[in-house]
């Protein structure tokens, strides 16, 4: 089928997806997008009492007088672990909450109740270093049963959790613990990954000989691989010993609905990382309502959602939403390609899986390295597929729909950001398809797509995506730094009240469908990670032989993205030899002070820049270059156009 005519197909979901479905048509979707417009506080008043539970009801669900500065169900009180795990306990105690697949391929389960027992136990391990409802901790863990512990655990406890994803750099830990002055480290000795035993703590002993880091009173250390490890017994201890004499039952701290539960750093425009601010009670509203109405969770599904911890896709979607909703999770600690590229399709035959999240670049490797593998699997336990974290393209998303889910699973292509929380715009199981759009608003979310004023523009018009009014899990503020959560989030221009969500979009003439056409602003999407420009450039000039770098993206087959580095050196541009060996030292250079996932794809060196007489870097023409496309644009006003050659040069 070529491209164009897939895009016009509509898949509609089978009798069978609508008889069980918890929205159960498209009039009931539209009825409950009604409701919310019709009575706003009332539509989401009324799914926070009738899916948490609270310790102290709240009399007002939104309070706007502060705005951008919103307060969801601002006088009640909550606990997000009570919610995730207690309020289970009498219905659920011994239903399996967690399916850990390791790495190696072999599996445990944890019940609920352990799972109570296990988060109450390291509470209390919490509570002995005298940590204060509040305090910052940082969970830098690779995915196993124990990552989900230490956030409910926090959680259980009011502690704000800052968990840094286990592929970061010890640099970029430093930014991160100092910005949020945490007084403990939670991290492993090492971890699994395909097939490989790699240590995670050298990071954090390396962070802490930082000053910035003086903030950092304790490191709790669980034991995973066994491998040797330097030791600082004044500041640091094992998990295991930490806990080891500690009752397993541990009262939760009620908090306020609007006391933060974590903070979550990511990419934006600027070189500096934003620690992203999240609620307990509406974030966790939304995590569990999302659960209900896009994946349509039932006591008797597996869900598994392959994201990491490290990102939000993980907190809402792994260390949260599926817990509050009751049901049972895999937890996978490996890779998709080990043993091999079969390793998804097994894990979901052994544990019968019914609900798979995942994301577009995981399916297209998984594509290019054995299309036909999933056949040869009995994928039969599957009934919805997930996608998440950039635009799926129409023809791997037909090979997921065809191959993975055998033309009968649904797929919830889920559009949202760590600001959001959850899911904005999803199909919801009922919702008729069309590959590559992440279709309709989640219900009550108000979407929709502006001009440069603020002012919106026709269905088939491209614009930028904004939500009109605040809804319970957005981003309260960035931590230490409330004026960058207005002008970064809120913007004048477009009059200040819209959320501006930071990507571009369009909805189809007809159905109103929205497709999301990526970042506008300088924030690159890597393999469904999210990485900006500016964070890639300050890495690169901090290098002593750079002078000057700017950063862009290409599209990439696998990546969706992948980063080109233009890079002027102090001394002579080099060529040949010389220029593979310096492009293999700032690759380095860059993973050393970022983590993997930023190393630059290409790097290509020039005398200069190019820029315009006003000296502004012409990031277009260096797309184009990227991309190893013929320029067509004026470059009448460029200082130096004879550089635009030598940065065509691959090394
Ligand atoms: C959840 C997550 C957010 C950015 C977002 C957008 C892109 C995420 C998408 C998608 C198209 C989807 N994005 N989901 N683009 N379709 N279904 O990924 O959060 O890491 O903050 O990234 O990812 O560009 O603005 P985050």
């Not at 391929?105 to 019940?111: D, E, K, P, Q, W």
């Not at 939000?312 to 390609?337: N, R």
């Not at 409330?482 to 819209?498: A, C």
Request: proline share 5%.
């Amino acid at each position: 089928m070529s491209a164009e005519s897939l895009e016009n197909r509509i898949f509609e979901p089978s009798a069978e997806v609508k008889a069980k479905a918890a929205v159960p048509s498209m009039e009931a979707y539209h009825a409950l997008c009604k409701q919310a417009e019709t009575d706003y506080t009332g539509f989401w008043g009324g799914l926070a009492n009738e899916l948490l539970d609270w310790h102290k009801p709240f009399t007002q669900v939104l309070d706007e007088s502060n705005a951008p500065f919103y307060r969801w169900f601002g006088d009640g009180e909550l606990n997000v672990s009570y919610n995730c795990l207690d309020r289970h306990l009498e219905t659920r105690g011994n239903k399996t909450a967690i399916i850990f697949e390791a790495d190696d391929g072999s599996s445990s389960a944890v019940t609920y109740r352990e799972l109570y027992h296990r988060v109450c136990k390291f509470a209390n391990g919490l509570k002995s270093l005298n940590l204060n409802t509040g305090d910052r901790v940082v969970i830098y863990m690779p995915m196993g049963v124990e990552a989900v512990v230490a956030m409910q655990a926090c959680a259980r406890l009011g502690l704000i959790h800052s968990v840094v994803f286990g592929g970061f750099s010890a640099k970029s830990l430093i930014e991160r613990i100092h910005d949020a002055s945490a007084r403990v480290i939670i991290t492993c000795d090492g971890q699994f990954r395909g097939g490989k035993e790699m240590p995670l703590k050298p990071a954090v002993d390396e962070a802490l000989q930082d000053a910035d880091c003086a903030c950092v009173e304790k490191v709790v250390v669980f034991k995973r691989t066994g491998g040797a490890v330097n030791w600082n017994p004044a500041r640091e201890i094992w998990w295991h010993d930490l806990i080891a004499e500690l009752s397993d039952e541990c009262a939760p701290v009620f908090v306020n609905a609007e006391h933060p539960l974590f903070l979550l750093y990511t990419s934006g425009s600027t070189g500096k990382p934003k620690g992203v601010q999240h609620s307990s009670g509406g974030y966790l509203l939304h995590a569990l309502n999302t659960m209900r109405w896009t994946f349509d969770i039932k006591d008797s599904d597996v869900f598994w959602c392959t994201a990491d911890v490290g990102w939000i896709t993980g907190h809402s979607y792994v260390a949260y939403g599926p817990l509050a909703a009751g049901c049972t999770q895999v937890v996978f600690e490996g890779v998709p390609t080990y043993p091999d590229a079969s390793r998804f399709w097994k894990v979901i035959e052994k544990h019968k899986v019914s609900i798979f999240y995942t994301a577009p670049t995981a399916i297209r490797s998984l594509i290019k390295l054995g299309a036909d593998l999933p056949k040869q699997h009995d994928l039969s336990s599957l009934r919805l597929l997930g996608s998440v974290g950039e635009p799926i393209n129409p023809a791997a998303w037909l090979w997921y729909y065809e191959t993975v889910g055998g033309s009968r699973c649904p797929i919830v292509d889920t559009f949202w950001q760590t600001e959001t929380g959850g899911h904005v715009i999803t199909p919801l199981p009922v919702t008729p398809l069309v590959a590559g759009s992440c279709t309709l608003p989640f219900p009550g979310l108000q979407m929709a797509v502006v001009d440069e004023a603020g002012k919106d523009v026709e269905w088939g018009t491209g614009g930028f995506l904004v939500i009109k009014k605040p809804w319970p899990s957005m981003i309260r503020t960035i931590w230490n730094d409330p004026e960058r959560y207005k002008k970064s989030y809120f913007p004048e221009d477009l009059g200040g009240q819209l959320y501006l969500a930071g990507d571009g979009a369009i909805r189809d003439k007809h159905t109103g469908y929205f497709t999301i056409m990526g970042r506008i602003d300088d924030v690159l999407n890597v393999s469904g990670h999210r990485m900006g420009t500016m964070e890639i450039e300050s890495a690169l000039v901090g290098n002593p032989l750079v002078a000057e770098a700017a950063v862009v993206g290409k599209p990439h087959d696998i990546k969706g993205e992948a980063i080109v580095a233009y890079v002027v050196l102090k001394g002579t541009r080099p060529s040949g030899e010389e220029a593979k060996k310096i492009v293999a030292q700032l690759r380095d250079w860059v993973g050393k002070e970022i983590g993997p996932i930023a190393k630059p794809d290409d790097i290509r060196f020039g005398d200069n820049l190019p820029k315009t007489r006003s000296g502004k870097i012409m990031r277009r023409l260096l797309r184009t270059l990227a991309k190893g496309e013929e320029i067509t644009a004026d470059i009448s006003t460029l200082e130096n156009p004879a550089i635009l050659d030598q940065f065509k040069q691959v090394h």
